[in-house]
Every structure is written in C-alpha cells, then in structure tokens.
Nanobody, 125 residues
Framework: QVQLVESGGGLVQAGGSLRLSCAPS????????MAWFRQAPEKEREPVAA????????YYVDSVKGRFTITRDFAKNTVYLQMNTLKPEDTAVYYC??????????????????WGQGTQVTVSS
C-alpha cells in the first residue's frame, strides 16, 4: 500500500519561508519522479516543482524559480520543498505526487499515480 505523508504547511507572512516534506512508503524509488503541485481556491491544480529520484534533475515552474528548491534525501526517503520569499499568491493546498516509472512530462499531473492528501500553505500580506 502506497502512502504519501506530507508535513510542513502553515501560516507565514509574506517574505517568509516554509519547508514542506513528503515521505512516501510502500514503493520503490529507483525510477521514480516526485513532484509538488498546488491548488488555490477556485483555481485549477498547477505544478510547482519536480525531481527525478535517481539523477536528481529538478524542474520548476517559472513563478517559483529562484524562490523554491526541491531536494531529496536518500537516507530518509523524503522529498522536500523549501519555499523562500513567499508571496500571498503562493497560498494554496500543496500536494506531493509520485510517479514510479519514468515520465517525460514531469510537470504534468496526469503522469503521477500517487498523491498525498495535501498540506495548507497560507501567506499573509
């Protein structure tokens, strides 16, 4: 049974930082790609960042480049999303997602089979 346990959301002032964590269990990582998506109220889910587990290649949407960093920890089997210089428009529910086979379009939600339940990030102005 695959489970994705997310943590790290919360309320922060604009300009602040948060770090999200995602610890999947019940799957093998060798060819996995892991990603973060987010969904703001009344908006569609959108990609944020992705990382290939084996090679460590990272991908970001333009709106978060230079502010967010996605990393993975082999020992802890955990993926992190470090979010700096947060803006009110970053407010959303953030979801961790995992694809257990190679995917070509790493920022496309349809590539991912497993999803976490989401963690709320609220940035006040």
């Amino acid at each position: 049974q695959v489970q994705l346990v997310e943590s790290g959301g919360g309320l922060v002032q604009a300009g602040g930082s948060l770090r999200l964590s995602c610890a999947p269990s019940g799957l093998t990582f060798r060819r996995s790609t892991m990603a973060w998506f987010r969904q703001a109220p009344e908006k569609e889910r959108e990609p944020v960042a992705a990382i290939r587990w084996s090679g460590g290649d990272t991908y970001y949407v333009d709106s978060v480049k230079g502010r967010f960093t996605i990393t993975r920890d082999f020992a802890k089997n955990t993926v992190y999303l470090q979010m700096n210089t947060l803006k009110p428009e970053d407010t959303a529910v953030y979801y961790c997602a995992v694809a257990t086979s190679f995917v070509a379009r790493v920022l496309a939600s349809y590539e991912y089979s497993y999803w976490g339940q989401g963690t709320q990030v609220t940035v006040s102005s």
